[in-house]
């Protein structure tokens, strides 16, 4: 919860109840000689109270406040005390017959209550046989507290379970009447069991049980805690423990004994440490924060988030293949309780081994790729995947950093618009980056494709992001335009998309072909004539890598030098056409000497 969190605790109940008693008790530390009809608001510093949390406490008094008073009391409280007499039978059966109806009709059932039962010095035996089932049919009761004003019984513990009530509620948690987690939080707790699987083999070693009490309570989990802790699980739960660990059935029992025995505190701390909001949803500051960009910067993949990645692809890649099978890929997932998002994707060409499934650099490049052009998904995907906890970082932020364009020595990515006539030549172009390999007939909706040189394991390793020009961001380093022809046709194609793209940017043009190709085919003359750049050929059917992708992290990465080892960077035009001119100028004036 936040930092400026507070409690406001509302005490109704039917007259002569006790609710003045129970508040000047609680402030004063003894029963009051004289009890007025209604006490004034109390505050409680945050300092003095248990949780730490600023408390207010509100009485209400039918005989001097109306019931519009009483609604909109009930509106501001956080958790309302509804106070009943244990000896008087009157009081008890008006709880089900009006009391709780009527919070229930003010609230819809989303406000904790406390049934208090005042009085209990007056009361030789209890009356939580007549109280619990209406607690069973009303499920915003969170529990029920005896107590005597008079005698200072249990009034300070009333308050405070009022206070847990609202800062942990066992409503999300747990189901009374069927004894049992409810789905919201089983699901969470097991996301946070395979996050804390440090090696992803279904058992929560002792070093992994102390990361986790170190991560979620900021203190070390002693060998004597730790044994009662098996202790615990062994003696209700026989499978919930092995000799390699506390299993997920195990860590799920758990918990539920925590919130049987009342300490859903405990239950709570570890949730908001994974993430979690009151109703068991990923914070959205948690899951996906605000990350604003100047439209003059970019934005990089970090190392650290490289790693992460690299990290949970090895920790689910079993077979140790590179690649992760369907099974594999379901293990991963499973944290996020979703497909992979890579699955289907058309859009994106991304290197896949020969069964098809994804390999360690296609997944990498996936990520890399969404952190530039879908941040939201990237965030989600690390911290439903435990960023924050197995990178020990304050935010999911860290997972990108923003970096000047202009300085393109200390950048690690670029971005490179893809023009073709043909869109089928574009398409085979990019597919044949992205894989890998050569394919006769790769898909027909690919607009994005990634080139590494050197990998991902380093700060000093580049990359290059080749989109098709119609979603291509305005922010490129280059451009590169794909004949598949030298032809005066197809060159004069290449001219006409040069004379509509930006020629401050390097330029360079190849003939894409997929098998061998005659580059006597290519016509200086002509290239000259129609003012166009050296033509690079690239063979498609090719192994590894292909040359042009490095050529063009290189032109990318020193766009201002003119020492491109290809000459398709429009610069070197300029410094060719720039000495021809000196040279002109030069000889024509010796020839007037």
């Not at 209550?113 to 049919?137: A, H």
């Not at 529990?143 to 009333?158: F, G, P, R, Y």
């Not at 805690?225 to 758990?254: H, M, N, S, W, Y």
């Not at 580059?519 to 050929?537: G, Y």
Request: hydrophobic content about 40%.
């Amino acid at each position: 919860m936040a930092d400026d969190r507070k409690v406001r605790i509302l005490l109704v109940g039917d007259a002569k109840t006790g609710k003045t008693s129970l508040i000047l008790s609680l402030v004063g530390e003894e029963f009051p000689d004289i009890v007025p009809a209604r006490a004034e608001e109390i505050t409680i510093p945050a300092e003095v109270t248990p949780e730490k949390v600023p408390t207010y406490i509100v009485d209400y008094s039918a005989s001097e406040q109306t019931l519009d008073v009483l609604k909109e009391e009930i509106r501001r409280a956080d958790v309302i005390c509804v106070v009943y007499d244990v000896a008087g039978p009157a009081t008890v059966e008006r709880l089900s017959t009006y009391w709780l109806p009527f919070l229930t009709q003010q609230t819809g059932g989303k406000k904790p209550i406390i049934l208090t039962g005042n009085k209990d010095d007056l009361q030789s035996s209890s009356s939580l046989e007549q109280v619990m089932p209406i607690m069973e049919k009303h499920k915003e009761v969170e529990t029920c507290v005896e107590c005597s004003a008079k005698q200072m019984k249990n009034v300070s513990e009333m308050f405070y379970y009022a206070q847990k009530a609202v800062l942990y509620p066992t409503a999300p948690l747990y189901s009374p009447m069927d004894e049992s987690l409810r789905e919201k939080c089983l699901s969470a707790l097991q996301r946070v069991f395979h996050i804390c699987d440090s090696n992803a083999d279904g058992y929560l070693s002792d070093d992994d049980l102390k990361l986790f009490q170190s991560r979620c309570f900021e203190t070390q989990l002693e060998i004597d805690a730790l044994q009662k802790i098996k202790d615990v699980i062994r003696g209700d739960c026989p499978d919930g423990i092995t000799r390699d660990g506390v299993t997920l059935e195990g860590f799920l029992f758990l918990h539920k004994v925590f919130v049987q025995r009342g300490r859903h505190e405990t239950t709570w701390t570890v949730l908001r440490a994974f993430g979690y909001d009151d109703n068991l949803d990923l914070r959205p500051e948690y899951a996906c924060p605000q990350f604003a960009v100047s439209p003059d910067l970019g934005v990089e993949i970090t190392l650290k988030s490289t790693r992460f990645l690299s990290q949970l692809f090895a920790l689910h890649d079993e077979d140790g293949d590179g690649a992760l099978s369907p099974v594999e890929e379901a293990a991963l997932c499973r944290i996020s309780s979703s497909e992979p998002p890579w699955k289907d994707e058309a859009a994106i060409a991304l290197q896949r081994n020969a069964d098809g499934y994804i390999t360690l650099h296609g997944f990498l490049c996936y990520w890399l790729l969404k952190a530039v052009t879908d941040r939201p998904a990237f965030f989600t995907f690390l911290s439903q995947n435990g960023y924050l906890f197995r990178a020990d970082t304050q935010s999911v932020t860290s997972a990108v950093k923003t970096v000047e364009p202009a300085y393109t020595t200390s950048r690690q990515l670029f971005h490179c618009s893809v023009y073709s006539q043909s869109n089928e030549t574009r398409e085979r172009f990019l597919h044949r980056v992205g894989v890998g390999r050569y394919e006769d007939h790769p898909p027909a909706t690919i607009t994005h494709a990634i080139a590494t040189e050197g990998g991902f394991s380093s700060d000093t390793n580049k990359s290059i992001v080749l989109y098709r020009s119609d979603v291509a961001p305005q922010w490129v380093d280059i451009n590169l335009i794909l004949t598949d022809s030298c032809e005066v046709a197809a060159l004069e194609s290449v001219r006409d998309i040069m004379n509509g793209i930006d020629l401050s940017k390097n330029v360079v043009v190849a003939w894409v072909s997929d098998g061998d190709m005659d580059v006597t085919q290519i016509n200086a003359e002509l290239l000259r004539r129609l003012d166009l750049p050296h033509i690079q050929p690239v063979t498609l059917s090719s192994d590894g890598p292909l040359p042009l992708c490095s050529e063009l992290i290189a032109a990318s990465s020193n766009p201002n030098s003119g020492k491109s080892d290809f000459g398709g960077v429009v610069l070197k035009m300029m410094v060719s056409f720039a000495i021809g001119l000196v040279a002109v100028f030069v000889s024509q004036k010796f020839l007037k000497q």
